[in-house]
């Protein structure tokens, strides 16, 4: 072989490439820690689906919130549904005013989709806390012909 032939070892067409196609590359995102009202989402989730205790949200609560989850709590408002364990679907926030953030999530077990929507605040010390929890649900139901 001459020392001018830029082929690898072992090729043996003459072609040369025309250019390199470009790259796709995917941007990585940094990551990004989720937002209070998600976080809470998935802790309030934890506690009223019975995988965690209620006193795990102590720290994380004011006023009448903590009252509200203590009695919520017992009856498993969003604990499984034949077998299928609940998983936060959607979580939306909105701030009516600086350090008050009010969101709602959708909860899905089964057929079974639930709503909570609840309050947090932002205290002196900058952490936020649970300051309200409500929740409602509806049964899915088949979308198909028929009355309703």
Excluded: K
Excluded at 30 to 45: G, I, V, Y
Excluded at 72 to 90: D, K, M, Q
Aim: charged share 20%; proline share 11%; hydrophobic share 35%.
């Amino acid at each position: 072989m001459s020392t001018n032939n830029t082929r690898p070892v072992g090729r043996q067409d003459r072609r040369r490439p025309q250019s390199v196609p470009p790259q796709r590359s995917r941007r990585l995102q940094p990551h990004r820690p989720p937002r209070p009202h998600q976080w809470f989402a998935e802790r309030l989730l934890a506690v009223l689906s019975g995988q965690r205790p209620v006193h795990w949200m102590l720290g994380h609560t004011i006023g009448e919130a903590y009252d509200q989850l203590a009695e919520l709590a017992p009856g498993l408002p969003l604990g499984a549904t034949r077998g299928s364990r609940p998983v936060l679907r959607h979580c939306h926030g909105a701030q009516p005013a600086t350090g008050v953030v009010e969101a709602f999530a959708s909860i899905t077990a089964g057929d079974r989709v639930q709503a909570m929507a609840f309050r947090l605040e932002q205290g002196a010390d900058q952490r936020w806390r649970c300051a309200a929890v409500e929740l409602g649900g509806e049964p899915l139901v088949p979308s198909g012909p028929g009355p309703r």
